[in-house]
């Protein structure tokens, strides 16, 4: 027989180690200076354009959406300032895509992590979600006092508690109203959305947007840059020893000491680091590292650091930029004694903006040359051909017109490939029958039933190749779609 | 039970007494969220036969009393479904069949709906693609036994032919061998002068002068004197191109001998008015209409 245990007075079998370090919470420290200033600025230029682009208009004409920049699902159109774009002009997103992405990699190939420390959604809309929470509930000290101390649930705190979520909740709310507005005419949609007309899907799509926007920047902040994003993995992989980075200046630097000591040492003539290790730079830091450990994951490279510790510098009296941008490259050379070298042409940068040249470049002059006039042609397959009662073949096609004009345009239809062969289009009475003639509305596509006639006699092979060329009778303009003509 | 419901030493959770080769099975107790969650499925499925159709009874079943039934929600959703089509119908409706040609939006909508309704009440018969099959017309081809007009073929469509309804098409080819009317090598003759009419090869040594006169004696009164047919009894065209049943002798024999008449249905009433309009157009955009 067992003996028996309480479960209470078992000993864990196994010990194990957390998959990821446990959270410290962050109270980044307010700060001002250069790379603040730019913060600021960045933030400003970026919430600015996502939420006010919508309301931007651009005349198209009568009939035509003037939203600036629009994504128009049900008719299948994107709107972008002067362009217009049709579903299957897709690609030029596949262009944008690559050019965003090697945009990156420059980015990354010339000053490192710009693009987290700088304008990424995530940092942009944490940082925001931390100056809301500095503005409301005080700054570190005060935070870190009170976390410490417990605290009580007074009203002030429940007021200030309440104050933060909401507004929060209301920046991330908007978030998810600006991201509606551009798919559809932003002023009439916010005017449903106010009065409760417009569509379930848009408010289910701010409640969505609101939610990760909240829980992202309010509650994951640096969690979802260490754990979450693959772009430090990559960038690490991708980066280089002569790209820029945040870089706290060891041959400077060390040893740590005093104010006090340093004088001291230094009026013996004796060297002495210049920091104080007065932990600025780990105060400001949004993602609570420490940049004197060096280039690491948690990084996102936002500068801060630097104005933190130039502050700190210009105080003590010593020259700024201990913590500054950097490449690895130097950090050898100081300690070597040697001068900083610097080299933003190199083979990856060049390489880098040859290729968002080389695609841009394709991108602007397709667009610049695409035709607004075209034709498909699609055979009939059931059947392929029809003997008529005098013994002659017809062939049925469906004809997609496609207009991208801003304007209606007569358009005449004629036919090049079985000898004699006449086009008939369903619906249609031209005043000039041997060569029919539509008119194709506005930004439309007309699907067109052609009937090509062929004398029987005159048609010895199987399958003969037919082109239709439409003509836009007003501008001379022609597009052309070849298919075949069947004989039973 | 006899078997020892003994702790286990390393879990500290109880055993089922069963135990192989020195192995115990473990008896770990369902997490309570679990047990919770589980009576509260029972809970929800004794509601869910309060209020839904749920147990089958001897000729019914409990109804529930939310009164649903799948029959009824469908028909709502048809209903709706009528509704969101309702404006564009009622133009069809009101529209005349020219004027649905003409109209590039109109002959769209009208095709769509002819295409949709073609494939599940003509297609058995003319095919998906309507090219027919023998005794079965090509709607495609510009050959029509009772009329190739908009409105000939609503009428052919709405009332079919032969079909048994008052206002439908009939006439018929008679049986001339088999009622005795003409002789064997009377029908032979008249095959072959049949052939020549439209520029078929014919048999060696026919009774070309024989063909013709049994053909002025007992065809002309249908198909015509130039035997170019007539729609009103559809009486096919023997000079073109387009055979119904085949243009070869032994076929031709056949039809003489036994006579045709094939049978297209009636639709009205089976298909309201304006899906036979739309069905009318759509037959005649197929390419033969005239």
């Keep these: ?488 | 039970m006899a078997e020892h419901h003994d702790i286990d030493t390393v879990t500290g959770t109880a055993t089922t007494g069963h135990a192989w080769d020195g192995i115990k099975e473990l008896n770990t107790p369902l997490p309570r969220w679990w047990v919770i969650c589980f009576y509260l499925t029972i809970l929800w499925a004794i509601g869910y036969w309060i209020v839904y159709p749920a147990w089958p009874l001897i000729s019914s079943n409990t109804g529930g009393l939310l009164g649903y039934s799948t029959r009824a929600s469908l028909a709502v959703e048809l209903s709706d479904l009528e509704k969101i089509r309702g404006d564009k119908m009622a133009v069809l409706a009101t529209a005349s069949l020219a004027d649905i040609e003409k109209d590039p939006a109109l002959l769209a909508l009208a095709r769509a709906r002819g295409k949709t309704v073609f494939g599940d009440n003509c297609a058995a018969c003319h095919g998906s693609g309507a090219t027919g099959a023998k005794g079965f017309p090509n709607l495609n081809d510009d050959d029509w036994l009772w009329g190739g007009t908009l409105e000939q073929i609503e009428q052919t469509i709405r009332y079919g032919a032969r079909s048994g309804n008052a206002k439908a098409h009939e006439g018929q080819m008679l049986a001339f061998g088999k009622d005795g009317v003409l002789k064997r090598d009377e029908i032979v003759a008249v095959a072959n002068y049949v052939r020549s009419l439209s520029g078929l090869p014919t048999r060696q040594g026919y009774d070309a002068a024989a063909g013709a006169k049994i053909f002025a004696e007992n065809c002309v009164a249908c198909h015509g004197d130039n035997a170019k047919g007539n729609p009103e009894l559809g009486a096919p065209n023997l000079t073109d191109q387009i055979w119904l049943y085949g243009s070869d002798e032994v076929t031709l024999i056949e039809t003489i001998t036994n006579g045709r008449a094939g049978v297209m249905p009636a639709w009205e009433g089976r298909l309201d008015p304006v899906t036979i309009k739309a069905m009318a157009v759509y037959v005649h955009s197929l390419g033969g209409g005239k």
């Design chain 1, 1 to 488: 027989m067992n003996q028996t245990v309480k479960p209470e007075d078992l000993e864990p079998v196994d010990t194990y180690d957390p998959l990821y370090a446990a959270h410290k919470k962050v109270y980044p420290q307010s700060i001002s200076g250069t790379f603040r200033r730019i913060k600021w600025g960045l933030m400003a230029v970026c919430l600015g354009i996502y939420y006010f682009l919508p309301f931007v208009r651009w005349n198209r004409g009568l009939d035509a959406p003037d939203q600036a920049v629009l994504i128009d699902f049900p008719n299948r159109r994107f709107y972008f300032f002067f362009i217009e774009l049709w579903p299957q002009e897709v690609y030029y997103f596949t262009g944008l895509l690559i050019i965003a992405a090697v945009a990156l990699f420059l980015m990354n190939a010339i000053g490192g992590r710009i693009w987290c420390g700088y304008l990424c959604p995530q940092t942009v809309w944490t940082d925001l979600f931390y100056a809301v929470e500095r503005l409301v509930e005080g700054d570190r000290r005060e935070r870190m006092r009170r976390d410490a101390s417990g605290g009580g649930l007074t009203l002030r705190r429940a007021t200030e508690i309440g104050l933060k979520h909401t507004i929060w909740l209301m920046i991330a709310w908007w978030t998810g109203g600006a991201w509606v507005l551009y798919f559809s005419d932003a002023p009439t949609l916010v005017k449903d959305l106010a009065t409760f007309q417009a569509p379930v899907v848009a408010y289910v799509w701010i409640a969505m947007l609101t939610a990760t926007t909240y829980t992202l920047a309010g509650h994951m902040r640096e969690q979802v840059c260490v754990y979450m994003c693959p772009w430090p993995r990559i960038q690490a992989a991708l980066t280089d020893e002569w790209a820029l980075n945040v870089t706290y200046r060891y041959d400077r630097g060390e040893q740590r000491t005093s104010v006090k000591k340093a004088a001291e040492l230094r009026a013996l003539g004796q060297t002495a680091g210049d920091c104080v290790d007065c932990r600025q730079c780990i105060a400001v830091c949004p993602t609570g590292i420490d940049i004197r450990d060096g280039a690491q994951l948690d990084c996102i490279q936002c500068g801060l650091c630097i104005d933190a510790c130039d502050a700190v510098m210009t105080k003590i009296g010593r020259p700024t930029r201990l913590i500054g941008y950097d490449n690895d490259i130097n950090i050898h050379r100081r300690e070597a004694g040697k001068p900083p070298i610097y080299r933003l042409v190199r083979a990856r940068t060049v390489a880098y903006a040859a290729i968002i040249a080389v695609v841009g470049g394709f991108m602007v002059y397709t667009l610049a040359t695409r035709s607004l006039l075209d034709v498909n042609v699609l055979h009939d397959r059931n059947p392929i051909a029809v003997k008529l009662s005098d013994g002659s073949i017809r062939n049925a096609y469906t004809a997609r017109v496609l207009n991208k004009h801003g304007f209606g345009r007569l358009i005449a239809i004629d036919i090049e490939g079985p000898a004699n062969a006449t086009i008939h289009v369903v619906g249609v009475d031209s005043v000039t029958p041997d060569r029919p003639m539509i008119v194709v509305g506005r930004d439309q596509t007309e699907e067109l039933r052609l009937l090509v006639t062929a004398p029987a006699a005159s048609n010895p092979e199987k399958s003969v190749p037919v082109t239709f060329h439409i003509t836009d009778i007003g501008l001379g303009v022609v597009a052309s779609a070849t298919d075949n003509f069947v004989s039973p």
